[in-house]
């Protein structure tokens, strides 16, 4: 990435967001890839995984045995043959990866090399691409997959099953958190009282040995209750813009942080006690990382004032501070001038492919730039956070479409049909993609 960040600096200003400088930066970006953007290759060294990041735990990463678990996705061409558009279209397939991170190689969850995964039919472990929530036993979590709505299924690695845990009663079954053998779950219920239609949250969970589903109850009325996961047998949930948390009764509420935004992002770390979030709002660039411990939460001083999104290891955050690149107007704003003008249709980068580090120690001493690609994909938004393993930046490689509408360029960030992992050495600059093959 040195050769990246000196070409890039040779060609390019990143001094403004017009049309001159994306001109700049598509040149610059193209003779990199033509010198040095193939795949290199570098002996993989494994990282001390219990001095890298043993006791963490957050809703960017999931990971038991040493495996690092995440979907990826890869388009395909599907032949329609009913309805009123007949013909072939682009669909997408996706399934669940894992890096081994002891030794560097990685593979679908699927182990049949001639599996096409296109279907459930076809391949058990179709479709699971919504997070996994491990249990105590290797190889065994519990996951979505779309059907009529959001299913839980429950996944078997050591014995090669996946079986339908619960089906939700309405569309979605939202979970929480795997807590001492048991899997969490609330749902949002519409019911119609005296004519009048009501929305209830209710609380329920899986008995892991039996299969058994339990309610445990409704979520207070009149409050306004979103769980976002679960630690030590507490529920932690969003409450308005508070942070608070709760026991699985609703009882022992108690208020964490009224936040900024909202809660973004958050890892949580066994060893300390300390839980990790941010709250970050994309159109007013700015965001923040938060410490919660010992019944207090603090914003944290970092060398860049305004934080987009982070990530942890055991001795050190790794950020990325609101540097935001411009690539164009979003397509849902086409045709419309009031849209176009608007900020909330305008697509960034808001990165600008940079990340940097400080010793969780001392998190406002001077930073490092620890990975810099100039711009040439985003290494993070909202929904595809990176993590860092070791001396290895994994981050998901997502698709910048571009479609012409009435003679203008219109752009989004895609990931409904292609979504590989990308993993970067830090220390050696090796470039390995992940991809569904």
């Given at each position: 990435m040195k050769k990246l960040t000196a070409l890039l600096l040779s060609v390019l200003t990143l001094t403004s967001c017009t049309a001159g400088t994306e001109i700049d930066i598509a040149e610059g970006l193209e003779t990199y890839r033509k010198e040095y953007g193939t795949e290199t290759e570098a002996p993989y060294t494994a990282p001390d995984l219990e001095k890298a990041v043993g006791g963490l735990s957050g809703e960017s990463f999931s990971i038991q045995d040493g495996r690092y678990y995440f979907p990826i996705r890869k388009s395909i061409i599907v032949e329609v043959k009913t309805g009123p558009n007949p013909g072939k279209s682009r669909s997408s397939v996706a399934a669940y990866a894992y890096a081994d991170l002891k030794t560097g190689n990685y593979a679908l969850i699927c182990p049949d090399p001639l599996c096409t995964h296109a279907s459930p039919e076809i391949c058990k472990y179709?479709?699971?691409?919504?997070?996994?929530?491990?249990?105590?036993?290797?190889?065994?979590?519990?996951?979505?997959r779309q059907n009529k709505g959001l299913e839980i299924h429950r996944v078997d690695l050591q014995n090669n099953t996946a079986r339908l845990a619960y089906t939700p009663e309405q569309m979605m079954a939202n979970i929480i958190g795997y807590h001492d053998g048991k899997l969490y779950f609330y749902e949002s219920l519409n019911y119609t009282e005296d004519k009048k239609?009501?929305?209830?949250?209710?609380?329920?969970?899986?008995?892991?040995?039996?299969?058994?589903?339990?309610?445990?109850?409704?979520?207070?009325?009149?409050?306004?209750?979103?769980?976002?996961?679960?630690?030590?047998?507490?529920?932690?949930?969003?409450?308005?813009?508070?942070?608070?948390?709760?026991?699985?009764?609703?009882?022992?509420?108690?208020?964490?942080?009224?936040?900024?935004?909202?809660?973004?992002?958050?890892?949580?770390?066994?060893?300390?006690?300390?839980?990790?979030?941010?709250?970050?709002?994309?159109?007013l660039l700015d965001g923040a990382i938060y410490r919660y411990a010992d019944g207090a939460a603090e914003k944290l001083v970092l060398p860049h004032e305004d934080i987009y999104t982070f990530t942890l290891t055991n001795d050190k955050i790794y950020y990325s501070p609101y540097e935001p690149l411009f690539h164009g107007i979003n397509i849902l704003a086409a045709g419309d001038p009031a849209l176009e003008a608007s900020p909330r249709y305008h697509v960034y980068d808001y990165t600008g492919g940079k990340v940097y580090?400080?010793?969780?120690?001392?998190p406002s001493a001077e930073a490092e730039l620890v990975y810099d690609n100039g711009g040439e994909f985003p290494v993070s938004n909202l929904n595809h956070p990176y993590v860092v393993f070791g001396d290895y930046l994994y981050m998901d490689e997502i698709e910048l479409t571009r479609e012409v509408i009435n003679s203008r360029e219109y752009v989004y960030y895609n990931s409904a049909f292609e979504v590989s992992k990308i993993r970067v050495g830090l220390k050696d600059g090796s470039y390995t993609k992940i991809k569904f093959e």
């Amino acid at each position: 990435m040195k050769k990246l960040t000196a070409l890039l600096l040779s060609v390019l200003t990143l001094t403004s967001c017009t049309a001159g400088t994306e001109i700049d930066i598509a040149e610059g970006l193209e003779t990199y890839r033509k010198e040095y953007g193939t795949e290199t290759e570098a002996p993989y060294t494994a990282p001390d995984l219990e001095k890298a990041v043993g006791g963490l735990s957050g809703e960017s990463f999931s990971i038991q045995d040493g495996r690092y678990y995440f979907p990826i996705r890869k388009s395909i061409i599907v032949e329609v043959k009913t309805g009123p558009n007949p013909g072939k279209s682009r669909s997408s397939v996706a399934a669940y990866a894992y890096a081994d991170l002891k030794t560097g190689n990685y593979a679908l969850i699927c182990p049949d090399p001639l599996c096409t995964h296109a279907s459930p039919e076809i391949c058990k472990y179709y479709g699971f691409e919504q997070g996994a929530w491990f249990t105590e036993y290797t190889g065994v979590f519990y996951t979505y997959r779309q059907n009529k709505g959001l299913e839980i299924h429950r996944v078997d690695l050591q014995n090669n099953t996946a079986r339908l845990a619960y089906t939700p009663e309405q569309m979605m079954a939202n979970i929480i958190g795997y807590h001492d053998g048991k899997l969490y779950f609330y749902e949002s219920l519409n019911y119609t009282e005296d004519k009048k239609t009501v929305r209830r949250r209710r609380l329920s969970c899986i008995d892991d040995s039996t299969g058994e589903i339990t309610e445990l109850g409704y979520f207070p009325d009149g409050s306004e209750i979103f769980p976002r996961f679960m630690k030590d047998g507490k529920i932690y949930y969003m409450e308005g813009k508070t942070l608070g948390r709760m026991d699985p009764d609703f009882g022992n509420r108690e208020e964490i942080l009224k936040t900024a935004y909202g809660l973004s992002h958050w890892i949580w770390d066994d060893n300390t006690g300390e839980l990790y979030f941010s709250s970050v709002n994309e159109e007013l660039l700015d965001g923040a990382i938060y410490r919660y411990a010992d019944g207090a939460a603090e914003k944290l001083v970092l060398p860049h004032e305004d934080i987009y999104t982070f990530t942890l290891t055991n001795d050190k955050i790794y950020y990325s501070p609101y540097e935001p690149l411009f690539h164009g107007i979003n397509i849902l704003a086409a045709g419309d001038p009031a849209l176009e003008a608007s900020p909330r249709y305008h697509v960034y980068d808001y990165t600008g492919g940079k990340v940097y580090s400080v010793d969780r120690s001392n998190p406002s001493a001077e930073a490092e730039l620890v990975y810099d690609n100039g711009g040439e994909f985003p290494v993070s938004n909202l929904n595809h956070p990176y993590v860092v393993f070791g001396d290895y930046l994994y981050m998901d490689e997502i698709e910048l479409t571009r479609e012409v509408i009435n003679s203008r360029e219109y752009v989004y960030y895609n990931s409904a049909f292609e979504v590989s992992k990308i993993r970067v050495g830090l220390k050696d600059g090796s470039y390995t993609k992940i991809k569904f093959e």
